[in-house]
C-alpha cells in the first residue's frame, strides 16, 4: 500500500538495562537511560542525534514526556501510546511510519521497569472493570487461564501441551546467560506446581523481575554509515478488539489474527518464511494461540504444534530463543524484548542459541487480555 | 437520547437493577444487537435507540477458573454466556468448584448488596449464579 513503511525504516540499536533483580532505589527512569546508552553506543550514535521518542509504562502515565525530562531529550515527534506489553511493538510501527513521513530522523523506542525491586506488589496500570471486579479475578492471571480452560475445551489441548511451552522456553534460556532461571525444567514439575488460577500452576506463568530496553531506529540511508548491520522493518500490524475479557467473543482467538495479517501483507511474506519467532509470552497459552493467530499452525492445532520440541533449541519453528518472558526476564511489559531478540537474531549474534541462516524473524506481542495485539516482520538487508 | 432530556448512566442503570435482584442488558432498536455492558451507543451500528432489557438470569459456562489465593478458600470465576445473547462475568455457588464445569446450565442465585467503594469502579453490588434446578 502507498504509504506503508515497509523497507523504509530499520534498526541499528538495541539494548537491555540491567535485567533480573536491580536492587532497591533504582528507579524505572534509571533503567530506561542504561539502556538508552547502551543502544545508542553500538548504533554509534549520540543521544543529540534522537528526535522521535516512543515510551509507554506502569508507573509514569506520560511516559515519552517523563524520560525525556531525565534524559534531556527534547524530541519533535513523540508517542506515549499504551496498548499494553505489547505497546513496543506498536511503537515500531509508529516510529517507521514517522520516519517514512520525515517527521523525525532518528526514533528511540524506551522501556524500563521495577516490578522485582520496585516494592508494593504488583504494578499495573489496569482500570478494572465494574462488570468484573466483584468477581476476584486475578489480573491479568485469570483471565488468560479462562482463555486456556476454553482452548483445552474447544480443541482438546492437554495440560501437558501447555506445559511443553514452559519446558521448551526454558531450554532456549539455559543458553542465555542473561536470563532469569536457567534450570532445567520437566513437564511434571509445571504441572506439579503450585495452584495460581486453574488451569495455570506457577510455572505456567512469567517470571517477575526488572529491566529495561531500547531501540534505536532510522531510515536506511542513514543506517548505512552505521556500526550494526541494519534490521529492515519489512511489516507491521496493529489491532484491537476489546479491553475486559468478558467483551472478547472468542476466548482462543486473539486481535493478533488481525495485527498478523496486516504485517504479513506489508511484508509480503507468510509464516513459512519465517526463521524465528519472537513471541510475547506471560503465560504458557500465549505461542499456542499466537502460532495459531499468526497462521504457523490452523486454529486449535497449537496445543499438538508446540509439542515434541518443535518450539525449542532443534525444533523447526524455533520460539522465544531468548528464554521469553517465561524465564529470561519479563518486567511487567515484554513487547520490547520481542525485537531486541529478533534483531540480534537477524544480526547472528545470539551465540549458542543462534539460529543459522536467520534471515526473516517476526516479533509479536498482545496487551491487556489479549486485548490489542502488534506485529511485526523483521528481516535483513536480503530480504528487503 | 433528546437533548436536554436527564441521562440515565447506564452503569447505574445496571446497578440499581442489581439491588432489584435482576441483571439488565440492552438491546439496540436499530439494528437489534444485543449489549452487554450497558452503553449510551449501540457498540454495533453506533445508534442511541437502545432499549434495556431484564434477563431470565439464565445461561451457560462458557469458561472458568478457580482462584488460589493466599489466606481463602480457592473460589471460582466464570463467564456465562446468557441465554438472552450476552456474556458476564460472575461466580458459581452451591457447587464444589471442581463441579463448576464448562457447558453447565446456570442461574441467578441472588445479588448481594455489597457496599465496597472501589477508587476507579465505584459501588459494587454482585450477582451470583447456583447451578440451574429442574424446570
Not at chain 1, 109 to 116: F, P, V
Not at chain 2, 77 to 99: C, K, Q
Request: include cysteine; glycine fraction near 12%; charged fraction near 20%.
Amino acid at each position: 500500500m502507498d504509504g506503508d513503511p515497509r523497507g523504509k525504516a530499520c534498526i541499528v540499536g538495541v539494548a537491555e538495562s540491567d535485567l533480573g533483580a536491580v536492587g532497591a532505589g533504582v528507579t524505572a527512569l534509571d533503567l530506561q537511560a542504561q539502556a538508552m546508552v547502551r543502544a545508542l553506543d553500538e548504533a554509534g550514535l549520540r543521544k543529540a542525534d534522537v528526535d522521535g521518542l516512543f515510551s509507554a509504562s506502569v508507573y509514569y502515565q506520560m511516559a515519552s514526556v517523563e524520560v525525556a525530562e531525565y534524559l534531556g531529550i527534547r524530541p519533535r515527534y513523540t508517542d506515549s501510546t499504551t496498548v499494553g506489553g505489547c505497546s513496543f511493538i506498536a511503537h515500531l510501527h509508529h516510529a517507521a511510519t514517522a520516519l517514512r513521513a520525515g517527521a523525525c530522523d532518528v526514533a528511540l523506542i524506551l522501556y524500563g521497569s521495577t516490578q522485582r525491586s520496585g516494592g508494593g506488589g504488583f504494578t499495573t496500570n489496569a482500570n478494572p472493570s465494574p462488570y468484573e471486579l466483584p468477581y476476584g479475578p486475578r489480573m491479568p492471571i485469570s483471565m488468560y487461564a479462562m482463555s486456556a480452560a476454553r482452548h483445552m475445551h474447544q480443541y482438546g489441548t492437554t495440560r501437558e501441551q501447555l506445559a511443553e511451552v514452559a519446558v521448551q522456553t526454558r531450554a532456549w534460556a539455559r543458553m542465555n546467560p542473561k536470563a532469569f532461571m536457567r534450570d532445567p525444567l520437566t513437564v511434571e514439575e509445571v504441572v506439579n506446581a503450585r495452584a495460581i488460577s486453574e488451569p495455570f500452576t506457577l510455572l505456567d506463568c512469567c517470571v517477575v523481575t526488572d529491566g529495561g530496553g531500547a531501540v534505536v531506529v532510522t531510515r536506511p540511508d542513514r543506517a548505512r554509515d552505521l556500526r550494526q548491520a541494519p534490521v529492515h522493518l519489512l511489516g507491521a500490524g496493529e489491532a484491537h478488539w476489546h479491553r475486559h475479557i468478558h467483551q472478547m467473543p472468542d476466548l482462543t482467538v486473539s486481535a493478533g489474527v488481525e495485527s498478523g495479517r496486516r504485517a504479513f501483507e506489508m511484508a509480503g511474506l507468510t509464516p513459512g518464511d519465517v526463521d524465528v519467532c519472537e513471541l510475547y509470552d506471560a503465560f504458557t497459552v500465549f505461542p499456542i494461540v499466537h502460532l495459531e493467530d499468526l497462521g504457523f499452525c490452523g486454529k486449535g492445532e497449537g496445543g499438538p504444534f508446540v509439542s515434541g520440541g518443535r518450539i525449542g533449541p532443534g525444533g523447526d519453528c524455533p520460539v522465544n530463543t531468548n528464554g521469553g518472558g517465561m524465564s529470561y526476564c519479563h518486567p511487567g511489559m515484554y513487547g520490547i524484548f520481542t525485537i531486541i531478540e529478533a534483531t540480534r537474531q537477524l544480526r547472528g549474534q545470539c551465540g549458542d542459541r543462534q539460529i543459522e541462516g536467520a534471515e526473516v524473524a517476526v516479533a509479536h506481542g498482545v496487551g491487556g487480555v489479549w486485548s490489542a495485539a502488534a506485529t511485526a516482520i523483521l528481516g535483513t538487508a536480503a530480504t528487503v | 437520547m433528546a437533548d436536554g432530556a436527564a441521562m440515565l448512566p447506564p452503569l447505574k442503570a445496571y446497578q440499581d437493577a442489581l439491588d432489584n435482584g435482576e441483571i439488565i442488558y440492552q438491546t439496540c432498536g436499530d439494528c437489534e444487537r444485543v449489549a452487554f455492558y450497558p452503553r449510551l451507543v449501540c457498540p454495533e451500528c453506533g445508534s442511541t435507540n437502545v432499549v434495556y432489557k431484564p434477563s431470565a438470569g439464565k445461561g451457560e459456562v462458557y469458561t472458568r477458573t478457580v482462584v488460589h489465593a493466599r489466606g481463602r478458600d480457592p473460589y471460582n470465576v466464570v463467564l456465562i454466556d446468557m441465554d438472552e445473547g450476552f456474556r458476564i462475568m460472575s461466580t458459581v455457588e452451591d457447587a464444589p468448584n471442581d463441579d463448576v464445569r464448562i457447558g453447565m446450565r446456570v442461574e441467578l442465585k441472588t445479588v448481594y448488596p455489597v457496599e465496597e467503594v472501589d477508587a476507579k469502579a465505584g459501588r459494587l453490588p454482585k450477582h451470583v449464579f447456583r447451578p440451574q434446578g429442574d424446570g
